[in-house]
Structures are given as C-alpha cells and as structure tokens.
C-alpha cells in the first residue's frame, strides 16, 4: 500500500470521541450540529461509529477517492459528508451506508473527522463529546469486517494483518457503481439511527 502523508500535510484529520454520559447527546442532537456545521463551501465535518472504522487510511483514502470522484463531475450526493460515508461504508446507497457506519443512539465510541482549517478536538464540545483515545485508531478485526459486509470467505484468503487492505478494495469499489441523480441532501447525514435497531449491537 502506498504510505500515507504525514500528518501535518493532511488535509482531513480525525479523533476518536465518546458521549460523556450515556445516551447524551442523542442522536438528533448530533444530526442538528451536523447540519449546521455543513454550510456552503465550508469545510467538511464528519462523525462515525468507531466500531466500523478500519484506521487511519480507511478515512484518508475514502475522502481522497470522494474527491477525486468530485474532481471527474460525479457527484453523488449534495451534502460532502454524506457522501464520504459512502465511500468509508463501501456502498453506494446511502441507507445502508449509513446503517453500516452512521452513528446511532447505541453507539459508545465515535470518530469525528474533519478537514483543515478545522480541528477535530476543537469541535468535540459542539457535539457534547469528550476525546478517546482507544476509539481511533484501532485494529482491523473480524466484527468490523462483519459490520463492512465483507464476508469470511474474502478474508480467510489473506492474513490478517492484511485484512486493511480489504476495507480499502470495497472503499474503491465505489467508484465503479454509476452515481445516482438525485443530489439531495440527507435528512440524516452521517447518522443511521432510522436504519440500525436500537441492538445493533493533503490527499491520500
């Protein structure tokens, strides 16, 4: 795999983050500063479920191929950060993108990305979030897998150490579906509480 640019040259940067108190803040509470935060021509702001992202490259290269597919005129989706989750997700419908790694109200752990001139850590009090170290980055494991949707039969083919390097052929994959037309806005954005049961358990 190609090495990733060092951190001071990334473009998009990202923490790992918790709620501070169980069920708080809930999930419209996020979806309403998410929404306020995506204004036109600002910068990107993102969250996920820590449990389905596979590291630090799995975001880089979804956003890198989320702009290289912008840069070609395909837009997918009007809303950036919904369309990243596309991309991290591996799917290119939105519902289920988002049921595989959107935020729900039975997520613990979530990642918080976003591009320069923003800060990750400087937007966590926005969502009522407090920083986590062990929510990101994480090893790839076989419940991540799961959740991504690649199956046991692609992963039993490689070590797991390599197991990254599956994450990041379903990311590309995306770029092979043809984009939709409708251009929306989400109601959603990157949250997939409407979708999940409450069980539910620089360029790169």
Do not use: C
């Amino acid at each position: 795999m190609p090495p990733m640019p060092p951190p001071e040259e990334r473009v998009l940067r990202a923490i790992g983050a918790r709620r501070r108190a169980p069920g708080r803040p809930t999930v419209p509470e996020i979806v309403r500063t998410l929404r306020e935060l995506a204004q036109p021509d600002a910068a990107l702001v993102a969250l996920f479920d820590a449990d389905a992202i596979a590291g630090e490259r799995h975001l880089l290269s979804a956003w890198a191929h989320l702009g290289r597919s912008r840069a070609r005129g395909e837009t997918r989706l009007r809303d950036r950060a919904a369309e990243l989750a596309l991309y991290v997700a591996g799917d290119d419908q939105l519902p289920r993108a988002l049921a595989k790694v959107g935020a729900s109200e039975a997520t613990e752990r979530f990642v918080l990305v976003a591009e320069r001139p923003l800060e990750p850590a400087a937007l966590l009090d926005r969502f009522g979030l407090d920083a986590d170290p062990t929510a990101y980055p994480r090893p790839v494991t076989e419940a991540l897998l799961d959740r991504l949707g690649i199956p046991a039969a692609e992963r039993s083919v490689v070590p797991a150490a390599l197991w990254e390097g599956l994450v990041l052929e379903q990311v590309a994959l995306v770029d092979l579906t043809a984009p939709a037309a409708h251009g929306t806005t989400p109601k959603a954005l990157t949250t997939g509480a409407a979708r999940r049961p409450a069980a539910d358990g620089r360029q790169a």
